[in-house]
């Protein structure tokens, strides 16, 4: 199959990729970038781009399926309006112009919580992308809900961090739905639900993912 990734430089987007370069069912993976990969590989595919001006007509849009893992936080953004750019429009931008060129499979990262009608801004940008791509009609479309995400990120988040040391430590006493989730463990549920393609629409909850 032929397996297209946004977002390969994040932390569960350095999963994905690590794992569908190992994975037999994938023959080529196309991953659109910023900057040149580190990482080579026979089947590995990166083009580089600008999210604020992606190439409609590129043919690498075409694939079996698409994954996206696109996301950064208010603080990094630098305000509400690039958090949302960068949340919402840019990956809004790669499911339509996957869509457009018969992607039939996509699966992305969103939140636990995402809701369209949130008090919070950051579940409500969350809600908005999930409302606008369920409206792009994709045959199959998988929606991964982690809580905290664990993992080793080049960038430092000291409120997540405490937050993660917080619920390492309450772990075994917290309801599945709390506990982090593993940047592995959502790379592998993104990975199978993309490849799998199953028709219509599945949420996973962290839950499902502790």
Known sequence: M?????????LVGQQVLSQALDDPRVHTLVTPVRRPLTTSHDK???PIVRFDDLPADADWW???AAICTLGTTIKKAGSREKFREVDHDYPLAVARLARMHGT???AIV?????NPNSLFFYSRVKGELEADLTALDFPSLTLVRPALIGGHRKERRPGEQMAMKAL???NPLIPKSLRINAGATIAQALLNAALQGRTGIRVISSAQMS
């Not at 032929?2 to 430089?9: E, H, P, Q, R, Y």
């Not at 969103?110 to 995402?114: E, F, L, N, P, Y």
């Open 2 to 10: 032929k397996l297209l990734l946004v977002g390969a430089t994040g």
């Open 44 to 46: 590995l595919v990166a």
């Open 62 to 64: 075409q694939a079996d």
């Open 104 to 106: 039939p499979s996509f």
């Open 110 to 114: 969103s939140a636990m919580g995402a």
């Open 168 to 170: 390492q430590l309450l």
